[in-house]
């Protein structure tokens, strides 16, 4: 069996209009030492968290009311907006399909998970953003993590 992962000392927003997966999410952290987990229903809720707290990891949802995840996403990322623009984004997405996916990519989502999903897929997704952190560059206005492919090509370059 494989061992639960550590992740102390981390803060962590989650950001779902449902209450039902914000707590899941929330009991999932908590399995791996994520205490601070801090939570919001919507996007702009969200971006009011993020500019007080500065949390370490977003965990947000595609579709929010009031501001959605994709407004949240590009505000959070613009460096003249946002208070961290380069904190790690895991998107949450209830139907991935691949225009939804390029945008969110495009807009500069370190991960995307497909609800439902199990706390080993998004322990994986913790694993990767918190110990194989990608460096950001600037595409336009936004701060995006370089692709996997394009740093392991630098790597060996």
């Known amino acids: 069996m494989i061992a639960t992962p550590t992740f102390p000392d981390l803060s962590a927003l989650v950001v ?3 209450l039902y997966i914000r707590r899941i999410v929330r ?3 908590m399995r791996v030492g ?29 579709d929010l009311s009031i501001l ?4 949240f996403i590009r505000l959070a990322r613009t460096p003249s907006t946002s208070p961290c623009p380069t904190v790690p984004i895991i998107l ?13 990519v495009g807009l500069g989502v370190n991960e995307i998970i497909a609800k439902p999903f199990s706390p080993k897929t998004l322990w994986s ?27 392991a090509m630098k790597a060996f370059a």
């Open 16 to 18: 779902d209009e449902s």
């Open 27 to 29: 009991d999932m952290l």
């Open 34 to 62: 994520i205490k601070r987990v801090l939570e919001a229903p919507d996007g702009a809720e969200a971006l009011g968290v993020l500019a007080e707290s500065k949390p370490d990891i977003s965990i947000i949802d595609w």
């Open 68 to 71: 959605s995840g994709e407004e």
């Open 92 to 104: 949450m997405l209830a139907q991935p399909r691949r225009n939804v996916v390029d945008r969110a």
């Open 125 to 151: 997704r913790l694993d990767e953003v918190i110990n194989r952190p990608r460096p950001y560059s600037q595409v336009k206005s936004l701060l995006r993590p370089i692709p996997r492919a394009a740093g």
